[in-house]
């Protein structure tokens, strides 16, 4: 052990004695150990907020897009496909207690980018028409006013409810509700004409700072009811969105396979393989997002392994260039007794500390730029977790450690080779 610790000091010694070459030999290792630990860490940080901002949605809701869909991947809507298969007699059927029981609540949405003008002052913004039952489904809290009622709703009432920011940009000095605001109509809907491209609105409300959830900045969006936003803004007869709130969760697979039997006797759909709608839940979104984020952390984890790869190569090559260079050492220290096992392990324990060397300083900058990227994610308004996996940490020591045994493995057994009369004759 004595001996050991003694050879570990020596090849400490003579790594500080040649410290720029050191470093740059172990540069490679600190890269890809770092990528190692920030690429996982990154990854289940990215993991968690997925999953927190679904979770924030609530575990008994049921989501309706138009556009059939495997059970392993997206609804075609949410490509940007326009379908135009889900009516507003979809939602009345949902609606029907007889026909889907457990459901307690069912609103319907439309949404578009618009934009909105109050006096001089002017946002682009994201609109959301949607039903009085928006606030039930959603527990949407108000900081000013109310959110707007079913009958409102139902009767096209020109009324809107403003998101945080959007409040803070139009009317500064806080004097929201009771104003109107005008609405331009896109010049993509058909009813749009030279003396109707506006809406007028009267504020009702202004919405709780919320900040981002599903990915979606809800402080910067407005609310309407939905038959003013489906025709007047849009000019559609169909509808992109249906969200249905379950009684329970416990109940929601049961009222997922009601609302697929009712959308099937609505749209006359005799074979399941010809549904043109999807119904998905929270779990089926968690299952969905979890699959392919944890694909895309194996797939990154893959390609910063490489770098470590390249870096184990890196220190064969300069750990043959310092056999090359100590030839006369190696010939003179054979000539005083020592024996290949002594010049092998001098060697190897170089290329082994040079490599744990660079694991520990790789560690320490992963952590280092995980944790700063979770600050900045946090700042920016996002839930971002600052995980880092002791696996992943375990696995990059050892990682590091087994590139310096086997690429320096070469170098130590060709010095532990040289015939000790050549050496000390090499110039």
């Known amino acids: 052990m004595s001996s050991l610790i003694k050879e570990i000091k020596v090849t400490i010694k003579d ?8 470093f740059l ?15 996982i860490s990154l990854g289940a940080g990215a993991q968690s907020l997925v999953l927190g901002q ?3 949605l609530g575990s008994n809701l049921v989501g309706v897009l138009p556009g059939k869909s495997n059970e392993n991947g997206p609804p075609t809507a949410v490509f940007g496909v326009q379908i135009k298969t889900l009516k507003e007699s979809d939602v009345e059927a949902i609606k029907n207690k007889s026909k889907v029981p457990n459901a307690t609540d069912v609103a319907s949405f439309v949404s578009g980018n618009v934009t909105i003008i109050a006096g001089k002052e002017s ?4 609109f959301v028409a949607t039903d ?23 009767a096209g009432a020109n009324v809107i409810v403003l998101g945080y920011d959007v409040a803070s940009s139009l009317f500064p000095n806080g004097n929201e509700i009771g104003s109107i605001v005008k609405i331009k109509v896109p010049n993509n809907n058909p009813s749009n004409t030279e003396s109707s491209n506006s809406v007028p609105f009267r504020v ?6 919320l900040g981002t959830v599903a990915f979606q900045n809800q402080d910067d969006q407005v609310f309407i009811p939905f038959s003013i936003g489906q025709h007047q803004i849009l000019g559609i007869d169909y509808l992109q969105f249906v969200r249905v709130k379950i009684d329970d969760a416990t109940n929601v697979k049961i009222a997922m396979e009601d609302i697929k039997r009712v959308l099937r006797e609505q749209h006359r759909i005799h074979d399941i393989e010809n549904d043109d709608f999807s119904v998905r839940d929270l779990a089926d979104a968690i299952k969905l997002l979890t699959g392919i984020t944890d694909t895309l952390r194996i797939f990154l984890g893959l390609m910063a392994g490489i770098s470590l790869v390249v870096g184990g190569i890196g220190i064969m090559n300069i750990m043959l260039v310092t056999v090359s260079e100590r030839t006369r050492e190696i010939g003179l220290r054979k000539s005083i007794g020592a024996t290949r096992k002594n ?3 001098q060697f190897l324990l170089e290329s082994i500390v040079l490599t744990f ?3 520990i300083l790789g560690i320490i900058l992963g952590v280092l730029v995980s944790y700063l990227v979770a600050v900045g994610a946090r700042f920016a308004g996002y839930d971002w977790a600052f995980i880092i996996s002791p696996f992943a940490v375990i696995l990059a020591v050892t990682v590091s450690i087994l590139t310096g045994i086997i690429f320096g493995l070469y170098p130590a057994l060709k010095a532990a080779k040289l015939d000790p009369i050549v050496a000390l004759r090499y110039e």
């Open 15 to 22: 790594l500080l004695t040649r410290k720029g070459r050191s």
């Open 25 to 39: 030999t172990i540069l490679g290792i600190i890269i890809g150990v770092a990528g190692v630990i920030i690429i």
């Open 54 to 56: 679904i979770t924030k």
């Open 123 to 126: 946002v682009d913004t994201s």
């Open 132 to 154: 009085g039952s928006y606030v039930r489904i959603q527990n949407t809290e108000m900081i000013k006013g109310t959110f707007f009622t079913d009958e409102e709703s139902n």
């Open 204 to 209: 009702i409300g202004v919405q709780k700072k």
């Open 343 to 345: 010049i092998r392990n």
């Open 357 to 359: 060397t660079g694991g």
